[in-house]
């Protein structure tokens, strides 16, 4: 059996640009800093300046605000510690100086400090700053200076000012001219950002992640599209792809696209869709409109749901510019939200 699927050329080219200037040996280590959207606001800075990965050391994981943070959640990995202590020491470990940003006699100006080594740099929680310990486990102390009558900036600006300084210094020396990441972590951003639901099929069923090649395809055995398949897929449309050796649903399973409680059989039923061909010949407009009268709560990601399906493709990895033709669609037929 042979399934084909890949990612659209220009994800798989975003992704690879984005991979080839991640910089590995720059990161933050989180200390208490809990506020919703402080935390979203200092990852979409890192994601900005490239850093790979943050540390983090939470009593209860963050929350995160998804309107803030703009997605880069997703591109930024976060590694959770249970102390600071057990944070610097893997962050020494690494070879990385560890400065933490604490108002004392000993600081230094954050811009008089070589971001071109391996740096970490510890942020204290928003109402007290950094700890006893973090402030003893570091490196060096360095501060922002101000000359009105506050003496600090809010936690994720602080943050923005100086990893930029960072990624000022780290451009000058060329250091975003050439990729640091390994090809495995290559291949894990790759499959985690272009491939978003078979992802989750894999870290929740515990399946190993495919290779990628070139041209943004999976490469997997008929062992591993079993795995998975066997998953997502119910028995007659899994006999389906045995039988014809390709997806009647074009690389999605008609069942992706459940939603209110229903699964999504039971909702195409209900606007009288009973097989894969008919919803493949079917005008996801008409669907939508349809279920829009007969299921309560159906919602835009309903309609990137059907469109995805008949591309074979995940709601997810809609584009932008074609949710801008979307909508403009929606207005015509007077179905635009409100």
Not at 56 to 66: S, T
Not at 87 to 93: E, S
Not at 175 to 187: A, G, I, M, P, S
Not at 263 to 276: C, G, R
Request: proline share 3%; with cysteine; net charge neutral.
């Amino acid at each position: 059996m042979s399934v084909e699927v890949k990612m659209e050329p220009e994800r798989y080219a975003r992704i690879r640009q984005l991979i080839a200037l991640r910089q590995p040996s720059l990161t933050v280590c989180l200390e208490q800093v809990h506020k919703p959207h402080n935390v979203s606001a200092i990852l979409r800075s890192c994601d900005a300046v490239g850093v790979h990965q943050v540390h983090a050391v939470w009593a209860k994981k963050a929350v995160l605000r998804k309107g803030t943070a703009m997605g880069s959640q997703n591109w930024v990995y976060t590694q959770r510690h249970n102390s600071i202590e057990a944070a610097v020491t893997q962050l020494k470990q690494q070879n990385m100086q560890v400065l933490v940003t604490n108002l004392s006699d000993t600081a230094v100006d954050f811009r008089e400090i070589d971001y071109t080594q391996p740096t970490a740099i510890i942020l204290g929680q928003e109402k007290h700053g950094a700890t006893e310990q973090a402030i003893a486990l570091a490196d060096k102390d360095i501060v922002i200076p101000m000359v009105g009558m506050v003496q600090s900036l809010n936690v994720s600006v602080a943050a923005a000012l100086v990893l930029y300084e960072a990624q000022r210094q780290r451009q000058n020396a060329g250091l975003y001219d050439q990729q640091h990441l390994t090809e495995v972590d290559c291949q894990k951003m790759l499959f985690e950002g272009g491939f978003p639901r078979y992802r989750e099929i894999c870290d929740r069923k515990g399946i190993e992640y495919p290779y990628i090649d070139e041209a943004g395809q999976i490469q997997a055995d008929a062992t591993w599209w079993k795995r998975v398949q066997a998953i997502q897929a119910d028995a007659t449309w899994w006999k389906r792809v045995q039988a014809t050796g390709s997806n009647p649903y074009q690389g999605m399973n008609i069942r992706d696209l459940k939603g209110f409680g229903l699964k999504s059989e039971e909702m195409l039923a209900k606007v009288d869709i009973y097989t894969a061909e008919q919803f493949m010949a079917a005008d996801p407009f008409q669907i939508y409109k349809q279920l829009k009268l007969k299921v309560a709560g159906t919602g835009l990601n309903s309609l990137y749901a059907l469109i995805g399906a008949q591309q074979g493709k995940h709601w997810l990895d809609i584009s932008a510019n074609q949710k801008n033709e979307i909508l403009l669609k929606l207005d015509e037929m007077g179905l635009a939200p409100k």
